[in-house]
């Protein structure tokens, strides 16, 4: 089975420095997608940033950027510039597109600010 | 577009009534995902749908929990009876399998006390 694993329960960042979470997947599978969600105190699950694991240049979305590593296994978050509404559990997700469209999410960490 | 929509927003009960979650996933979309939430086991997947078929009910906890996709457009997860440890945040999300790249979306949850 498809495992997520995001190591770092809590991180915390300086405002407007660079702050960087990470995940690891376990998979056979050569092609499937990644996200990372971010879950603000609302509790809204918002889809921050994807990745299609047969695309080798990493996906970025103005601040958000991942280093998608497909030989480790590894798709970590890079939050630039970081803001106070940044605060956040993020979520790190794995899909296989092909069989049942299940997600497999990680555990989540805990994202503070620091103003 | 409407997102995925869940009811009540909140619930409080007491222990031994029931409970009756509703979601209506988004027009076309072919996946639905029950989902809980708790601060000890993160986020749970319950039961999922394919064209309101339940493919796989593993992570339902116990008998105490059922859920119905009756039609395309609504779904219902229902807690009977209720217990203290069901409380926690439910989360309902939908997807589509033709669009491999997309990710679920998420209702914003019910957060769920029993008293």
């Known amino acids: 089975a498809q495992t997520v694993t995001q190591s770092q329960p809590e991180m915390s960042v300086q405002e407007a420095e660079t702050v960087t979470l990470s995940c690891t997947y376990d998979?056979?599978?050569?092609?499937?997608?990644l996200f990372w969600y971010k879950q603000p105190p609302s509790r809204q699950m918002i889809l921050v940033i994807r990745?299609?694991?047969?695309?080798?240049q990493n996906a970025t979305e103005n601040r958000f950027s991942v280093n998608f590593q497909k030989a480790a296994k590894s798709f970590s978050l890079k939050i630039s510039d970081s803001q106070l509404g940044d605060a956040a559990m993020y979520f790190c997700?794995?899909?296989?597109?092909?069989?049942?469209?299940?997600?497999?999410f990680g555990t989540g960490t805990s994202l503070t600010v620091i103003p | 577009d409407a997102g995925v929509i869940q009811s009540p927003r909140h619930e409080v009960t007491e222990m031994g009534q029931e409970v009756t979650l509703r979601c209506k996933p988004i027009?076309?979309?072919?996946?639905l995902f029950w989902y809980r939430q708790t601060m000890m086991r993160g986020l749970e997947l319950l039961i999922y749908?394919?064209?309101?078929?339940?493919?796989?009910d593993s992570g339902m906890p116990e008998d105490r929990f059922s859920a119905k996709m009756p039609n395309a457009s609504f779904s219902t997860l229902k807690i009977q009876p209720s217990e203290p440890r069901d409380s926690a945040v439910y989360f309902c999300?939908?997807?589509?399998?033709?669009?491999?790249?997309?990710?679920?979306?998420f209702g914003d949850g019910t957060r769920l006390s029993i008293l």
């Open positions: 997700a794995y899909r296989r597109p092909l069989t049942g469209n299940q997600f497999y």
């Open positions: 749908f394919n064209n309101n078929v339940p493919i796989d």
């Open positions: 990745q299609e694991a047969y695309k080798q």
């Open positions: 999300a939908s997807s589509s399998r033709t669009e491999a790249n997309q990710p679920q979306h």
């Open positions: 027009s076309g979309h072919d996946y």
């Open positions: 998979t056979s599978e050569s092609d499937y997608y």
